[in-house]
């Protein structure tokens, strides 16, 4: 039994590193204030379909290995970069936070500039808009990842 699973962590590690130095690096820019997100290629696509297509198919992005998101925002610009580092560690890490406790750490909300009501308030609005983004750019895996908490 314990053979078994050596051999399938050693596959694991070995497909990992093979889809990270598959393709190469992309720029991902997010929100009004474009802020860049150098990201693998093979991660991207591999978790979301909009990648996907936009960097293997005959356009721009694909060229110019750069994705632009500016429209994924629902007016809390706060809020957006958050949501991209919470899909970031997903794709890397298949981590997110694993209750709705974990947002403000999470989402690096500073707990002193606000109080506690509003924190969770705000974890709240982090977790919905991070649901948006998973939709926006259609990663079914982890949408369900972030709706099961």
Known sequence: MAQNKKKETRRTYGYFSATVRSG????????PKRAIYPLHKAMLAQHSEYFARALNGPWA???????????VELGISSLIMK???????????QDIP?????????????????????????ADLA????IYLADRIVAPDFKKALQNL
């Open 98 to 122: 694993h209750s709705i406790r974990q947002w403000p750490e999470a989402t690096e909300q500073d707990r002193t500039t606000f109080t506690e009501t509003k924190c969770w308030r705000m």
């Open 24 to 31: 190469g690096i992309v720029i991902v820019e997010v929100g």
């Open 127 to 130: 977790h919905v808009q991070t």
């Open 61 to 71: 992005e694909a060229e110019d290995r750069k994705v632009v998101l500016e429209d």
């Open 83 to 93: 949501s991209v580092n919470v899909f970031v560690n997903y794709i890397y890490g």
